[in-house]
């Protein structure tokens, strides 16, 4: 399996990240969901949260390669016989999901950066992780709006993916069990494309 | 035991300052608050309920005696997120010691308008020696007080969980500060 994309399936450095962000993000999704009913008197709650924005900002920063890697990369093609409508579906969606990817966790680090109680990240205990200087010199009274603001956007995002991710997979087991084209195994490590390679 | 007890009770009511002044706090034009760097900018806050027993008389102040008692619940800034927090099990945590208490007995007098006030400030159950430095300007019956004490926030574990113990993003030391308007009772 070389590292490059080829037309036909994604190379290691594709499906490395594929599920690395895969297996992060849903984590974080369900880390997010748990804490954010957590009680201020939650022992734990600090410690959750330190963990959520490190996993975060893994994210993000694993979402930008992708990104990159994907455009500088060449993009396997879909299978042929998908009709219009499902082609212009796979598109957007593989889009949207791209987007949410790189906006989740940089929603995240932008409400963080306007929190008017000002705790930082410790990127999982190893060093401090800045905040965006988007705000600086704004009062905390300022600061308030703005921090509810990209709080409200980072659990529209995250519930578009809860929505999203499941239908992803499902396209995915979909194209697998149902029409037995290569796009899962594409995506799968150290698989050969069957007739192809 | 006991009648020793008795005794030094009954001597220190003999003593008590029977000519002492005591002075009735106009609220309206007084203030009590802290102040501590927090993200690196000043976070200012007032207590709106609060209640002030003085007796003081500057030409005695072997028998000043103050007591303060402030409602935690209604510590306000200008940033609720952080009032919250405050108020919080970490912070003060208001739902269980309501009030903090300031009580000084020991006056000494500094150069010109100058005081300072030791006694002892009780928040969440502990209590630690205090001293709040104060100025003094009395025209008659009126009197006009401001004073600062500055405290370490951990010494009453205020604070003290991992989230919150270091010095930044609160600072460690913060300053508390009453600005105070009497009128003499008669």
Redesign the interface.
């Given at each position: 399996m070389q590292a490059k994309n080829t037309t036909d399936r994604y190379g290691a450095v594709a499906v490395t990240l594929h599920w690395l962000i895969a297996l992060l993000l849903i984590t974080n999704i369900c880390v997010g969901l748990y804490m954010a009913d957590l009680p201020?008197?939650d022992?734990n709650?600090?410690?959750i949260f330190q963990t959520h924005k490190s996993i975060g900002l893994t994210v993000l920063v694993l979402s930008v390669l992708r990104v990159i890697w994907r455009l500088i990369n060449p993009v396997p093609a879909l299978p042929p016989g998908l009709s219009a409508p499902l082609r212009y579906t796979a598109h957007i969606s593989h889009f949207v999901l791209y987007f949410l990817i790189v906006f989740i966790p940089l929603t995240g680090w932008i409400m963080v950066s306007a929190?008017?109680?000002?705790?930082?990240t410790l990127y999982f205990g190893l060093f401090d992780w800045p905040n965006l200087p988007l705000f600086t010199g704004m009062?905390?009274?300022e600061?308030?709006p703005m921090?509810e603001t990209f709080e409200t956007a980072h659990v529209i995002l995250a519930w578009s993916a809860i929505i999203l991710v499941p239908l992803h997979i499902g396209a995915a087991l979909y194209h697998h069990f149902w029409r037995g084209d290569t796009v899962l195994r594409r995506m799968l490590p150290g698989t050969t494309i069957e007739g192809r390679t | 035991m006991k009648r020793i007890v008795v005794a030094a009770l009954a001597a220190s009511c003999l003593a008590s300052p029977a000519f002492a002044a005591h002075w009735n706090v106009d609220y309206a034009t007084s203030k009590v608050g802290f102040a501590v760097q927090w993200s690196g900018t000043p976070f200012g806050a007032k207590f709106k309920k609060w209640t002030a027993a003085i007796d003081f008389d500057p030409a005695d102040l072997a028998h000043a005696h103050v007591i303060a008692n402030i409602d935690l619940a209604s510590e306000e800034s200008d940033s609720p997120d952080n009032d919250d927090g405050i108020k919080g099990a970490t912070g003060f945590q208001v739902s269980q010691f309501p009030t903090a208490k300031f009580e000084a007995t020991s006056f000494t007098h500094g150069s010109g308008n100058q005081y300072a006030a030791k006694g002892f400030l009780t928040i969440k159950g502990v209590k630690k020696p205090t001293t709040l430095n104060f100025q003094l300007q009395i025209n008659g019956d009126k009197a006009h007080m401001s004073g600062t004490a500055d405290v370490m926030r951990l010494d009453w574990g205020l604070g003290a969980d991992p989230e919150w113990s270091g010095d930044t993003p609160v600072a460690h030391k913060v300053g508390i500060f009453v600005e105070l308007n009497a009128t003499k009772a008669h």
């Open positions: 201020r008197s022992p709650k600090f410690m929190s008017p109680l000002g705790n930082g009062t905390r009274a600061l308030h921090h | -």
